[in-house]
């Protein structure tokens, strides 16, 4: 399966599945245009995208029509480079036109539908560099750009049309050729040293296991890190050692809102086989691997007291609570008595009244 792999609607998607193996970090530079046929009223029919990692950095919209950035670095670009913005909006609508003539060239895009295409250059820390163009239909992969042949790989029937006609226009396939190896590269590298701040920190992740149990009486370990930066991470599920996949569930290495990625992994095993298990975790910044197991919730002294003291406050103050309701329950009670069974004084009030009618 290719970058664009089944299902997968969306190549902003594969943009965060980008990298590299754990021990080499990459960088990228990718720009995501996506054509939508029969959009939704007030929807734009065409939209591209630039990334530098997975950070946005700028968009185009066929509405607007005018590339516009969207991190506060990137503005650094236009003090070298006035007129950048203005060659970003150039290459937006030049990409919506190719998408729109690649839509009448497949006659089977009728309805609704979408068409995507995705061009990346990535660079390592140790100096590799590559790129690649992709094209996708409705999520599916179309076609894809072999750069070092000039040629075009069809992954479907239907795109043996667009094949044939984009072999044929070598300038074309020329000129995408020197974006990826040269002109993206460039532009990749200067992101990075206008981003250096957000782009090349360092976080090492926080680990942790949690355990629950199920109906069944089995045990599901859950390994969570987060908080990390650079993205690339390699994290198994390891038994006495081994790696082990059996019953192993993965969560996608998602972006956090500050900018760090959070992943999780978790596994079903039996209660008695616990402690032969333990999450395995590689990292670029971290000095050395981290092996993590559950641990039984140990309960500090300190810990007890406060739970000793928690407890006789909660009794104190049930017993307050019961003393007082009791008090004024007990003044209501006099008081309704008082009513029914009137007082000496009322009673010579009363008489003294009496005798002064008399009079």
Same mark, same amino acid.
């Given at each position: ?54 950070? +946005?950095?700028?968009?185009?919209? #066929?509405?607007? =029509? !005018?590339?516009? %950035?969207? $991190?506060?670095?990137? @503005? &650094? *670009? ?113 992101? +990075?040293?206008?981003?250096?701040? #957000?782009?090349? =920190? !360092?976080?090492? %992740?926080? $680990?942790?296991?949690? @355990? &629950? *149990? ?146």
């Amino acid at each position: 399966m290719s970058r664009l792999g089944r299902g997968s609607l969306l190549l902003v998607a594969a943009a965060f599945l980008l990298g590299g193996c754990s021990g080499s970090s990459w960088h990228s530079l990718c720009y995501l245009c996506t054509m939508i046929g029969e959009p939704d009223q007030n929807v734009p029919d065409f939209f591209a995208s630039g990334y530098v990692d997975d950070e +946005l950095v700028g968009h185009y919209n #066929s509405t607007t =029509r !005018r590339a516009v %950035p969207r $991190v506060a670095w990137v @503005r &650094k *670009v236009e003090k070298e480079n006035p007129h950048f913005w203005d060659w970003n909006t150039h290459t937006g609508i030049y990409h919506e036109l190719k998408m729109k003539a690649l839509q009448d060239l497949d006659n089977h895009s009728k309805g609704s539908h979408i068409w995507q295409s995705m061009y990346c250059c990535e660079l390592s820390t140790d100096g590799r560099k590559r790129g690649f163009s992709q094209v996708a239909y409705n999520g599916e992969d179309y076609i894809s750009f072999d750069k070092e042949n000039l040629t075009w790989t069809a992954a479907v029937v239907p795109a043996q049309v667009t094949k044939r006609k984009w072999d044929a226009d070598l300038v074309y396939s020329k000129s995408l050729k020197s974006f990826l190896e040269e002109a993206c590269i460039d532009w990749l590298q200067k992101g +990075l040293d206008y981003g250096r701040e #957000s782009l090349l =920190r !360092r976080e090492p %992740p926080v $680990v942790t296991v949690s @355990r &629950k *149990v199920g109906s069944d009486g089995l045990e599901t370990l859950v390994c969570r890190a987060h908080g990390f930066f650079p993205k690339e991470i390699d994290a198994t599920w390891r038994k006495d050692g081994e790696i082990w996949e059996q019953e192993t569930f993965r969560g996608g290495v998602v972006p956090n809102s500050d900018g760090t990625y959070y992943t999780w992994l978790s596994i079903k095993i039996h209660p008695e086989d616990r402690d032969f298990y333990r999450c395995h975790v590689e990292h670029n910044v971290l000095p050395e691997p981290l092996d993590l197991d559950w641990k039984v919730p140990v309960i500090s002294v300190t810990s007890k007291m406060g739970l000793i003291v928690g407890v006789l406050v909660g009794v104190v103050a049930g017993l307050l609570a019961a003393g007082v309701t009791f008090y004024f329950w007990k003044r209501r009670s006099g008081y309704q008595a008082a009513r029914k069974a009137p007082s000496v004084s009322d009673q010579l009030s009363s008489e003294v009244g009496s005798a002064q009618e008399n009079l």
